[in-house]
């Protein structure tokens, strides 16, 4: 009677084992319908991406897009082959916003400032400028100690108007190479009442920036294909930097597995989860450094940025077209206080 029992037992066990392993495997399968084009690498992922959210193209056919930056109810970004800044409104779609006469290769990163002007990291121009409310340009920084800075890649603002930018040399023809370099470095620079100042040249590829929700700290992507890392700093009231530690890096965390360029651009969200672009898509990073998943886009990524009313929306820039995805978290937000729309140029 006892072994009866217990050989009923076991049967029932083995079909229930049964039943649940077919219950992950739906599970699994429907998972992996929902997130089309999701690389999950994390469980907590789902607390970033929705399911059944998918990737929207937005244009397409523009060039080499980078540096996206939303404000007054449309998303400014630029091309940087024809030298020109556009603006997408969801009404209106996509119409040219400033046409920039730059030389070389054009605009990359750009950032609002707290009274709402456009301010522009001349790539190829080597120096950083700021669109005025009647058009001019003003130029806020192009040397460093006597010397041209290489080639202002990406920009973010604290919130007090601490400008923060990187230098690396992706705009010479050469790059470390070419013969018009005249910085022996990659800087991570601070522009401040008038003045430049050198934080860091440790990194040799330093490329997108974003800082944490509190501004605590300054996270800096070093885009070097041998060691695609971010390191983070801590920021010091009077905006500089502490020395720099590791907080992530692609090789070891397994993200850079999906091939090219790694560290692009950069942005954090309220909770303080990174957003990495890359040539395989957008790479979702916790606040506490955790590779969480990659949402893979056609092409490559080269920026991105928050908008709609919520910040809820990431505009995505690639080297051909402009894509938006939702998400469940807020980005942080990079206009602070209620600045005055800028007049076109």
């Not at 800044?85 to 400033?98: D, E, R, T, V």
């Not at 800087?187 to 040799?204: A, M, N, R, V």
Request: charged share 20%.
């Amino acid at each position: 009677m006892y072994s009866n029992s217990a050989a009923t037992r076991s049967a029932q066990n083995i079909f229930l084992a049964g039943l649940l392993l077919l219950q992950v495997a739906c599970d699994q399968n429907k998972r992996s319908s929902e997130m089309e084009g999701v690389v999950q690498a994390d469980p907590e992922l789902v607390n970033i991406l929705e399911n059944g959210t998918r990737l929207e193209k937005l244009a397409s056919g523009i060039g080499l897009l980078e540096g996206p930056v939303w404000g007054f109810g449309h998303l400014l970004f630029s091309e940087m082959r024809s030298h020109v800044i556009y603006q997408w409104h969801p009404a209106s779609g996509l119409s040219k916003f400033y046409e920039t006469g730059f030389t070389r290769t054009g605009p990359n990163g750009l950032a609002f400032d707290n009274e709402g002007r456009l301010t522009i990291c001349e790539h190829g121009n080597r120096r950083v400028s700021r669109l005025e409310k009647d058009g001019s340009l003003t130029v806020l920084a192009d040397s460093y100690n006597g010397k041209r800075l290489n080639s202002p890649n990406d920009l973010v603002y604290r919130s007090d108007g601490f400008l923060y930018f990187t230098d690396p040399p992706f705009g010479l023809k050469g790059k470390y190479a070419d013969p018009q370099k005249e910085l022996p470095f990659s800087g991570i620079f601070l522009f401040s009442d008038g003045k430049l100042q050198l934080l860091t040249d440790e990194l040799s590829a330093p490329n997108g920036l974003t800082f944490s929700p509190d501004e605590h700290y300054l996270f800096v992507g070093d885009d070097n294909p041998q060691q695609p890392v971010i390191h983070r700093y801590q920021v010091k009231a009077n905006g500089t930097l502490s020395r720099g530690e590791l907080f992530f890096n692609a090789r070891s965390a397994g993200a850079s597995s999906l091939g090219g360029h790694i560290i692009d651009g950069m942005k954090s969200d309220i909770q303080g989860n990174l957003y990495a672009t890359a040539s395989s898509g957008i790479i979702f990073i916790s606040a506490t450094g955790k590779y969480l998943g990659t949402l893979q886009v056609p092409e490559e990524t080269t920026n991105i940025a928050w908008g709609e009313d919520d910040h809820k929306t990431l505009y995505i820039t690639g080297t051909r077209s402009l894509y938006r995805i939702r998400l469940k978290i807020p980005g942080r937000r990079t206009i602070p206080g209620n600045p005055v729309p800028p007049a076109g140029p």
